[in-house]
T-cell receptor
């Protein structure tokens, strides 16, 4: 298995632009998680899905953030409009509810200038 | 909300020395995970501890879980420079819907000096 695949690896955008991050979970995993990591705030859970259904989005910082999971093999995290304080590394992780833990993607490093 | 506290947050140690990282959590859970993150990289799973008294070892690292004390430890034996990384513990709060939602500690940044 290729693991959790995220794209792009790096994204530099101007303030006010729309940004879309993509994630392909491991085949067979039924839970998907979006995290944001910064030096100041550490790892923050933004939203998670189970069987493609959003279960908890209480970590989404503002309405500018939205996430979708249209099918079991694809999820997006969108920021519109982006702001410099959104600069961070965004990780996607997936799991199967068997207690094996999460598998993380390589992350997307977002820089908003 | 479940709280997970790691200590120390920063650890600088000499090669060849032993040390322990502690992970305390605030709720009853019998599932705890340790991850390693190298600078600029993703999180890599190290250990999965699924019951009270569980002990796992890999090379110079050994992790244990005491669910009654709500404590997990990551013990480093005879540290080497390659172990320099940030180590996170995470607790599974399966909650109302029985989904595996993890709460992460702040991480322990380990620097092993030659």
């Amino acid at each position: 298995d290729a693991g959790v695949i995220q794209s792009p690896r790096h994204e530099v955008t101007e303030m006010g632009q729309e940004v879309t991050l993509r994630c392909k979970p491991i085949s067979g995993h039924n839970s998907l998680f979006w995290y944001r990591q910064t030096m100041m705030r550490g790892l923050e859970l933004l939203i998670y899905f189970n069987n493609n259904v959003p279960i908890d989005d209480s970590g989404m910082p503002e309405d500018r953030f939205s996430a979708k999971m249209p099918n079991a093999s694809f999820s997006t995290l969108k920021i519109q409009p982006s702001e410099p304080r959104d600069s961070a590394v965004y990780f996607c992780a997936s799991s199967f509810s068997s207690g094996d833990g999460y598998t993380f993607g390589s992350g997307t490093r977002l820089t908003v200038v | 909300e479940l709280k997970v506290e790691q200590n120390p947050l920063f650890l600088s140690m000499q090669e060849g020395k032993n040390y322990t990282i502690y992970c305390n959590y605030s709720t009853t859970s019998d599932r705890l995970y340790w991850y390693r993150q190298d600078p600029g990289k993703s999180l890599e799973s190290l250990f999965v501890l699924l019951s009270n008294g569980a002990v796992k070892q890999e090379g110079r690292l050994m992790a244990s879980l005491d669910t009654k004390a709500r404590l997990s430890t990551l013990h480093i034996t005879a540290a080497v420079h390659d172990l320099s990384a940030t180590y996170f513990c995470a607790v599974d709060d399966r909650g109302e819907y029985n989904f595996n939602k993890f709460y992460f500690g702040s991480g322990t940044k380990l620097n092993v000096k030659p």
